[in-house]
């Protein structure tokens, strides 16, 4: 079983949807399902089918998350430190060609969110980034092309 690198954070927001799936979505649709039953012919009753196919996205839903979670080797980033940049780091950059600043956070392919500043770690842009240190200049493959960009900090936060 191969282990999926993830943020405490990350695990942690896991965790909290499974709980609600599990406590809030499931007995929620459990409800519904009995609730169509009582209407009688199931072979045409649209509110039931509705309702078991809701069930069947939301157990495979709970599969998945805890599939993640049971393969989640979980890093807190708040431990780990330097100046070379690996998985959890955040990470300042400077765009060589429009001087654009970004700053992203190194994390888990399910935790990435590039509007929050969270890129995944397989990524094209943390994988250029992945070993390098503050002054570096990485090239990184964009479906618009290659683009420089240098690394200003790298922050554990």
Not at 35 to 59: C, F, P, T, V
Request: proline share 3%; hydrophobic share 40%.
């Amino acid at each position: 079983m191969e282990k999926v690198p993830m943020t405490a954070e990350g695990y942690k927001a896991l965790d909290e949807e499974l709980k609600r799936l599990k406590t809030v979505e499931r007995p929620a649709v459990i409800a519904a399902i009995a609730e169509a039953r009582s209407h009688g012919d199931l072979s045409e009753n649209a509110e039931y089918h509705a309702a078991k196919e809701r069930q069947g996205w939301i157990e495979g839903q709970i599969a998945e998350i805890e599939d993640k979670m049971a393969r989640a080797q979980v890093i807190d980033v708040s431990k780990l430190s330097g100046e070379q940049v690996k998985f959890g780091a955040t990470v300042s950059l400077i765009d060589e060609d429009t001087e654009e600043e970004a700053r992203y956070q190194i994390v888990g392919e399910h935790e990435a969110d590039v509007k929050a500043g969270r890129v995944s770690v397989t990524s094209p842009i943390a994988r250029a980034i992945i070993g390098k240190e503050t002054g570096d200049v990485v090239e990184v493959n964009t479906p618009g092309g290659v683009k420089a960009y240098e690394i200003t900090k790298v922050e554990w936060v």
